[in-house]
C-alpha cells in the first residue's frame, strides 16, 4: 500500500463511523491541486543538476494550505500527497484556521552544499510563488529543510510579491521567525506523550524511551522527555543508534551529534542497528523519521507499549491492526506532532500582526491547544470505543465537513 493510500484507509475507517456519502468521501480526499515543476541549478562543480519539485493542496475549506516542504530522496507526488492529506486532518485535529498541503524536493540534501540548497530553493520558489502566500498557501519546515531554507524562502517570495513574512512559517527568529518554532514539535511530543501516560496511570518520570531519528524532531522530544525525567534508552538517526540501558546523557549526546553530525561514536551508549532500537524493550517507542516504518513483521516484533508518533504516516495499515490486537496505545501523527503546526500559526499571526509574542505565552498556548484535543480525541475514542486514530480523523473530518457545508459548493 503506498502512503496516500495508506491515509485513505485511516480516513475510510473514520468516514464508516461518521456514515459518509460516496461523493463527500470523494470531496474529502481528493487534493484540490497537485503542481510538479522541473528546478534546474548550476552545481558547485559547473555542472546542471536536475530535480523535481512538488506542491499538493488538498483541501482549504478551514483556511489557507499550510503544510512543510520536504528535501529527500523519496519524495514524490504520491507521498506529498499523502503528506499534505494529513495536514488536513492535523489542522482540524487542533482547529487551526487551516487546510491542507506539502511539497518538497526529490534530491538528497546531505549531498549539496549550502549555495547549492540555496539555488535550489530559490528555483523552487520562483516556479511556485503563485501558489503560495499569507492567505494562499504558507509552507514550513521538514525532514530536510530548516529555518535558513524558509528565510530563504521568504526572501525570493519578496522579490516577486513585496515584504509578506507571513508567506511562510519556521523562519528563524531573528528574521520574523516565532519563538518557540523550533522546538515546537518536539516540545508538544513530550506534553502529548505526558497525557496519553497519565490516561494510563504513569508519569514521564520512571518511564523509558526509544527515539527513531534525531533531527528537528526527534531531538528536541528527546530533551523535553529528559528534562521531565525520562529515561532516553535508545536513539537512533540514517547512520546507526545507540542504546544505553542506564539512560542516555542527553547533553553530551547533542555535543557529540553538533560535532560529528552523527549518533555513530558516541561513547555514552553502545551501538545497535536502526531495526534493534525499534524492537528493543522499552516502555515508549517514538518514531520521529521516515514514514512507513512499521510494518506487520516489524509491528510484531515491538516490545513498547506505548507509540507516540512524532514522524508522519510512521505506521502501515496491516501494523496498525497488529497493533491494536496486541494492545499497544497508538497515538498518531495527526495530533502526536501537531505542535509544529500550532506555533506555526502562531508565527503567522504574529506576522500578520507585526508583533512578538513571549516564549512563555507560546508555549502556553501551544500546551492548551495540544491538551485540549488530546482530551476530545480519547474521550470521544472511549465512547465510540474506537482507536485514537480513529477518533482523532473523526473529529477532524466532522470538523472539514461542516466547513464545506457552511460555505457552500
Ligand atoms: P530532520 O530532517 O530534522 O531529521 C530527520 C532525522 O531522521 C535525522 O536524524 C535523520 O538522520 C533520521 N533518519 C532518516 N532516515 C532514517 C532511518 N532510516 N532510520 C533512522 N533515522 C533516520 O526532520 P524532522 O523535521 O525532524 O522530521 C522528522 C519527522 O517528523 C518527519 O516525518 C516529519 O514529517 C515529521 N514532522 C516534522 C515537523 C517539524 O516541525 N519539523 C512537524 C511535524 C512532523
Known amino acids: 500500500m503506498q502512503a496516500f493510500e495508506a491515509t485513505n484507509h485511516y480516513f475510510d475507517q473514520a468516514a464508516r463511523c461518521l456514515d459518509l456519502s460516496d461523493n463527500v468521501r470523494t470531496l474529502l480526499i481528493t487534493p484540490d491541486r497537485e503542481v510538479r515543476v522541473e528546478v534546474v541549478i548550476e552545481l558547485d562543480s559547473g555542472d546542471i543538476g536536475n530535480f523535481i519539485g512538488y506542491r499538493v493542496q488538498h483541501d482549504n475549506a478551514r483556511g489557507p494550505y499550510k503544510g512543510g516542504l520536504r528535501y529527500h530522496p523519496q519524495v514524490d507526488d504520491d507521498e506529498a500527497r499523502s503528506l499534505a492529506s494529513l495536514m488536513t486532518w492535523k489542522t482540524a485535529i487542533v482547529d487551526l484556521p487551516y487546510g491542507g498541503a506539502k511539497g518538497g524536493i526529490n534530491c538528497n540534501p546531505n549531498k549539496l552544499s549550502r549555495p547549492e540548497l540555496e539555488r535550489l530553493t530559490r528555483k523552487f520558489i520562483e516556479k511556485i510563488h503563485d501558489m503560495i502566500g499569507p492567505y494562499k498557501d504558507i509552507p514550513a519546515p521538514d525532514m530536510g529543510t530548516d529555518a535558513q531554507v524558509m528565510a530563504w524562502i521568504m526572501n525570493e517570495y519578496s522579490k516577486y510579491e513585496g515584504f509578506h513574512p507571513a508567506c511562510v512559517t519556521g523562519k528563524p527568529v531573528e528574521f520574523h521567525g516565532s519563538a518557540g518554532r523550533e522546538a515546537a514539535t518536539g516540545y ?73 553530525h552523527k549518533i555513530v561514536g558516541f561513547q555514552g551508549g553502545d551501538a545497535v542497528t536502526n531495526d534493534q532500537l525499534l524492537t528493543m524493550p522499552v516502555d515508549v517507542l517514538i518514531p520521529a523519521a521516515l514514514g512507513g516504518v512499521f510494518d506487520c513483521e516489524m509491528a510484531k516484533a515491538v516490545s513498547a507499549q506505548v507509540i507516540v508518533e512524532a514522524a508522519n504516516g510512521p505506521t502501515r495499515p496491516e501494523a496498525d491492526e497488529v497493533f491494536n490486537s496486541r494492545g499497544i496505545v497508538v497515538v498518531p501523527d495527526v495530533l502526536a506532532n501537531a505542535g509544529g503546526v500550532i506555533v506555526s500559526y502562531f508565527e503567522w499571526v504574529q506576522n500578520l500582526q507585526h508583533f512578538r509574542w513571549p516564549l512563555e505565552q507560546i508555549q502556553r498556548e501551544e500546551e492548551l491547544r495540544l491538551v485540549d484535543a488530546f482530551r476530545k480525541m480519547y474521550e470521544l475514542a472511549e465512547r465510540k470505543g474506537v482507536t485514537l486514530r480513529t477518533a482523532a480523523f473523526m473529529k477532524a473530518i466532522s470538523r472539514v465537513g461542516r466547513a464545506h457545508i457552511l460555505g457552500g459548493m
Open 188 to 260: 508538544g511530543v513530550a506534553i502529548i506523550t505526558r497525557e496519553v501516560l497519565a490516561r494510563l496511570n504513569r508519569t514521564i518520570a520512571g518511564t523509558t524511551f526509544a527515539i527513531q531519528g534525531y533531527g528537528n524532531v526527534g531531538s528536541y522530544t528527546a530533551r523535553c522527555l529528559s528534562h521531565l525525567g525520562g529515561k532516553i534508552i535508545g536513539v537512533s538517526d540514517a547512520y546507526g543508534a545507540a542504546i544505553n540501558r542506564e539512560g542516555l546523557d542527553i547533553a553530551e549526546l547533542d555535543k557529540h551529534v553538533a560535532k560529528s
